[in-house]
């Protein structure tokens, strides 16, 4: 079996078996999904979920943010872990997005990574969930869950992106990881995956191997 074939095998299993590959932040605009998957950084979405009401509710519009200061940011998203950093890149990023891209949010991995603290997943994600353009976001379970699979042999993002988007049909990527990380979480566990209850058994290399 080519790993393409086995990649259009694990879409379907993956869609029949979670239907609504919904992302799991919530959010109301582009700028809102950026900055929480920001601080999604080392820190769990429902966590990330807890935290942004107050802080879209104090800063609800990029001037807003602009106007603001990093200390305010830091004092609302403490819990997030690494606030510091986060709020720096927070602030830094809507001054950005102010004086350069006119207060709109890029709508391509390529501008969206000029960001402070953009990566490609970050952008992946908000290119992918809100401009509806193929994307894949390579996240712990998405690279931990493909390597699994054997639809890719390596463990850095970049690359097992790459290997991805050669594979996987552009329309149905971006719920391809969505779906990745619901079977992460109830099924394909760190460390234990239950491949006796997973729906993919029958044509994952990790599974087949025993």
Avoid at 142 to 165: M, Q, Y
Wanted: hydrophobic fraction near 40%; include cysteine.
């Amino acid at each position: 079996m080519t790993r393409k074939e086995r990649a259009l095998l694990a879409v379907e299993a993956l869609k029949k078996e979670y239907p609504d590959a919904l992302c799991s932040l919530t959010y109301k605009d582009p700028l809102q999904l950026l900055i929480a998957t920001r601080l999604a950084a080392q820190c769990t979405d429902a966590r990330v979920n807890l935290v942004t009401p107050d802080l879209f509710r104090r800063f609800p519009t990029l001037d807003a943010f602009c106007e603001g200061s990093v200390e305010e940011i830091e004092e609302l998203i403490r819990s997030c872990g690494l606030y510091k950093t986060k709020a720096r890149d927070i602030y830094a990023m809507c001054r950005m997005l102010r004086d350069e891209f006119g207060g709109v949010v890029p709508d391509t991995v390529e501008k969206l990574t000029k960001l402070p603290g953009v990566g490609r997943k970050t952008a992946n994600l908000v290119v992918g969930d809100i401009f509806h353009k193929p994307a894949v976001v390579t996240d712990t379970h998405c690279i931990r869950i493909t390597g699994l699979l054997g639809l890719t042999d390596n463990k850095a993002p970049e690359k097992v992106e790459k290997d991805l988007r050669e594979i996987l049909p552009p329309e149905e990527s971006n719920n391809f990881c969505h779906r990745l990380v619901l079977h992460g979480r109830a099924v394909c566990v760190a460390r234990r995956p239950q491949c006796a209850k997973c729906c993919m058994e029958s044509f994952c290399r990790y599974a087949q191997a025993g």
